[in-house]
């Protein structure tokens, strides 16, 4: 039971300090009014560019999201485990009644928790957008936007794998923060792309067991490094 509790304890200080840093300000509140404000004042034939075609504000607000949410999230996790691990943090928590996996686990679901939070307000906002202008989404529409949530969640669980992964495994947060950019985020896309390229249209649902299959299985790994390392 104390274990229990120091683990929900823990979690839970996780959760408030990602809830508070800047990062998760940005995230929370800038991104959303940088991207519905670039929808509103960006040409069409700009946005057309970026989406090949016309685009809602839910959309755009997609895609946007999309391109830095992994990346963000993997990088929040890495850095934030290399940044107490060099600080002698974790030399507090061993003598402590609490297993070391916990500490990444807490971490990493504080991350994931906040960044998808953070997803479905800025979604949240381009439907608003999309409602004041006249053109709600359609239940089509809607569907869609649901499979690209699910989607994203799917790269977000295997970012903040990556991170918990990368983070155990680097000494500096450079080596980190190289690993996550150059490596781990190809790897967090790796199960959609037989649905990208359209080469297995119907197994979605398939590919995003697969990445949660894929982001335990890192996370796991991250954990068995993090027991035997020494601080």
């Known amino acids: 039971m104390a274990t229990r509790s ?3 304890l823990l979690l839970r200080d996780e959760l408030v300090g990602f809830a508070k840093s800047r990062v998760m300000i940005v995230l929370w509140i800038v991104l959303p009014l940088l991207a519905v404000g670039g929808y509103l004042l960006l040409p069409d034939r700009a946005i057309r560019g970026i989406a090949g075609g016309s685009m809602s504000a839910t959309a755009f607000m997609s895609v946007i999201i999309s391109s830095v949410a992994g990346t963000v999230a993997a990088l929040m996790v890495a850095v934030d485990i290399v940044a107490e691990r060099n600080r002698k943090v974790y030399e507090l928590f061993v003598i402590r ?7 990444l686990w807490s971490k990493v679901l504080a991350v994931f928790t906040c960044v998808t939070v953070a997803c479905i307000v800025s979604l949240g906002v381009g439907i608003a957008v999309d409602a004041i202008n006249g053109s709600p989404p359609s239940g089509e529409m809607l569907h869609d936007l649901v499979r690209a949530l699910v989607s994203l969640v799917g790269v977000l669980a295997i970012s903040v794998g990556v991170g918990a992964l990368f983070g155990v495994v680097s000494r500096s947060i450079l080596v980190a923060v190289i690993l996550v950019l150059y490596v781990g985020q190809n790897l967090a896309v790796v199960p959609m792309l ?5 080469v297995l249209p119907d197994l979605f649902w398939l590919m995003m067991v697969f990445s949660g299959v894929l982001a335990g299985v890192l996370i ?3 954990g068995l490094v993090f027991r035997r390392i020494e601080f």
Request: overall charge positive.
């Open 6 to 8: 120091a683990t929900a």
């Open 97 to 103: 009644p609490i297993r070391r996996e916990a500490i």
């Open 194 to 198: 037989p649905i990208y390229l359209g």
């Open 220 to 222: 796991y790994i991250a």
